[in-house]
T-cell receptor, first 113, second 114 residues
């Protein structure tokens, strides 16, 4: 049971380059999320998808776009990377009632130079 | 809006010492509360949870009690081990709302030494 799989694990970009972070879950969860983790700031929500076919902005959406390709996959795209987007990115999914928390992927460490 | 406040770290303890990491929250209604742990280089893992007032979540020797009157969910362990060294995040999930977004605290780093 793989859970939530993120690719790539590491990436270095030059300012202005674009890239897509991939996320897939095999737990049949409806809701998926993208967070970024920065030192001293905890996790901040970038975008989320409450269900297949819907996406919404979170706390820090500027500079990002997302696609909920199907129920399994939720990708995060950086159109023109900036050094301020250097961070660790986590994808998560959730299913069931409020009794349950997220299942997280192992993260993507992105450096923009 | 909802918020979670955790004690500042890092927390440095000797092995077998007692641990308390404070967490308080602000939310409407009765959210579900969680502690997550992040080991170096890994994603977050659910450590324990509580879904209503006075519930006690427990796992791997860690405990936390949902205190509605003080809006707190402090993490405790009676005897820590070197392997407990990690970053601990307190989080809440609101009772209502279709997106079930979690709100996280900033995390508390625990370092346990021999």
């Amino acid at each position: 049971n793989a859970g939530v799989t993120q690719t790539p694990k590491f990436q270095v970009l030059k300012t202005g380059q674009s890239m897509t972070l991939q996320c897939a879950q095999d737990m049949n969860h409806n809701s998926m999320y993208w967070y970024r983790q920065d030192p001293g700031m905890g996790l901040r929500l970038i975008y989320y998808s409450a269900s297949e076919g819907t996406t919404d902005k979170g706390e820090v959406p500027n500079g990002y776009n997302v696609s909920r390709l199907n129920k399994r996959e939720f990708s995060l795209r950086l159109e023109s990377a900036a050094p301020s987007q250097t961070s660790v990115y986590f994808c998560a999914s959730i299913g069931g009632t409020t009794n349950y928390g997220y299942t997280f992927g192992s993260g993507t460490r992105l450096t923009v130079v | 809006g909802d918020s979670v406040t955790q004690m500042e770290g890092p927390v440095t303890l000797s092995e077998e010492a007692c641990l308390t990491i404070n967490c308080t929250y602000t939310a409407t209604g009765y959210p579900s509360l969680f502690w997550y742990v992040q080991y170096p280089g890994e994603g977050l893992q659910l450590l324990l949870k509580a879904t209503k007032a006075d519930d006690k979540g427990s796992n791997k020797g860690f405990e936390a009690t949902y205190r509605k009157e003080t809006t707190s969910f402090h993490l405790e362990k009676g005897s820590v081990q070197v392997s407990d060294s990690a970053v601990y995040f307190c989080a809440l999930r609101p009772l209502t709302g279709t997106a079930s977004k979690l709100t996280f605290g900033t995390g508390t780093r625990l370092q346990v030494t021999l």
